[in-house]
């Protein structure tokens, strides 16, 4: 692994958490941060003096969960709520998806064993990991609701899941967000990310001149780095958190 130096007086780093921290598992639910990954996190967010943030399309009450006891910024739900390094939290306006759309889903959901609905702020994601035969239902109704949901939403097509979400908010928008605060700003942006969903968070950090990181192949990627895999991200960041301690 290869990665241009990452000065922590000049960066801001952001961190997609599953397939980047966390390897993805087949329930969302059952994902949980080691002790060392979260010293880890909390020792990159003292040397960079807070510049840190997680973003990710899990919701901010399933971040707390997942590295309690830290409370982390981050983004959560693609930038539906933005949890500032002062702890305040700006929600943005988003369109519900109809209660029709919702049922029809979860009634697809409960008729094929296997099929998760996962409701988001604003959306929904279908997850098949548990059961890929049943793609390409999964994909039949997901294209029925976008359909019915209207020009608000969009399909987000991540690893094994298929998610509905509000068109407006993304992880670049995000990441812009983040970048206007002054704990942030005049810093250069530094994300990590692995999937589809992290496409316009490296295509923002890279018109802001910053470092983008892809977590598998650079294939199709805006991304501009790559490293293999989570075990990868995770080596260098406790690299990163033994130099602070021997700064």
């Known amino acids: 692994m290869s990665l241009p130096a990452i000065d922590p007086d000049r960066s801001a780093l952001f961190l997609d958490v599953d397939g980047t921290l966390l390897d993805i598992v087949d329930h969302p639910a059952d994902v949980v941060a080691d002790d060392q990954l979260v010293r880890n996190v909390l020792a990159a967010e003292k040397r960079l003096a807070g510049a840190i943030a997680l973003i990710s399309g899990r919701t901010l009450a399933e971040l707390d969960r997942i590295f309690a006891p830290a409370s982390l910024p981050a983004a959560g739900t693609h930038g539906t709520e933005i949890r ?8 943005a306006r988003t369109v519900p998806l109809d209660d029709d759309v919702v049922a029809m ?3 697809v959901a409960d008729r094929h064993p296997g099929l998760l609905l996962e409701l988001k702020d604003g959306g929904v994601a279908l997850h098949y990991r548990r059961a890929p035969q049943l793609e390409t239902e999964a994909r039949s109704a997901i294209d029925h609701a976008l359909s019915a949901a209207g ?3 969009r399909l987000i097509d991540g690893k ?3 998610e509905i979400a509000p068109r407006a908010h993304h992880k670049g928008a995000a990441l812009e967000r983040f970048m206007r605060d002054p704990v942030y700003a005049d810093r250069l942006p530094v994300f990590f990310g692995d999937d589809v969903t992290d496409e316009d968070g490296f295509a923002a950090v890279n018109a802001m001149g910053g470092i983008s990181i892809k977590v ?3 294939q199709g990627s805006a991304a ?3 490293v293999p895999d989570v075990a990868a991200v995770r080596r260098w960041l406790d690299s ?4 602070r301690q021997s700064a």
């Open 84 to 91: 500032l390094p002062d702890g305040h939290i700006e929600h």
């Open 105 to 107: 889903l979860k009634d």
């Open 151 to 153: 020009t608000d939403f």
């Open 160 to 162: 094994m899941v298929l």
């Open 216 to 218: 598998g192949s650079l």
């Open 224 to 226: 501009r780095h790559s």
């Open 240 to 243: 990163f958190g033994v130099a």
